[in-house]
């Protein structure tokens, strides 16, 4: 068992930066495939970005080039550095594992553990 809570959202102009931090207890977020889906208004909830048991990174080709998601074992925790925001980018973000090392398949029904979400609103 692994619990997680995510913290960090806000609201933002377009163009600035937020990082969102997901503490884990219970395991190790090492041993996990782990990472970020966001869901807005009215839309499905959608993969962002993931990390292996191996630290190899996956990205949503909307976010590539602009966030960065990164894991400090010893924290047990991850981070997903979010620059060059746009107003598509407001949805409520949820940090998730699944319980395997391998990712695999990057959808919701593959990730038994969620954080609680945290809001991230970008806009004039």
């Known amino acids: 068992q692994v619990q997680l809570v995510d913290s960090g959202g806000g609201s933002v102009q377009p163009g600035g930066s937020l990082r969102l931090s997901c503490a884990a207890s219970?395991?190790?977020?090492?041993?996990?495939?782990t990472g970020w889906f966001r869901q807005a208004p009215g839309k499905d909830r959608e993969g962002v970005a993931f990390i292996d048991g191996r630290g190899i990174t996956t990205y949503d080709a909307s976010v590539k080039g602009r966030f960065t998601l990164t894991r400090d074992n010893a924290k047990n925790s991850l981070y997903l550095q979010m620059n060059s925001l746009n107003p598509d980018d407001t949805a409520m973000y949820y940090c998730a594992a699944r319980s395997g090392s391998i990712c695999g398949q990057l959808v919701t029904r593959n990730f038994g553990y969620w954080g609680q979400g945290t809001q991230v609103t970008v806009s004039s």
């Open positions: 219970g395991d190790s977020v090492g041993s996990h495939c």
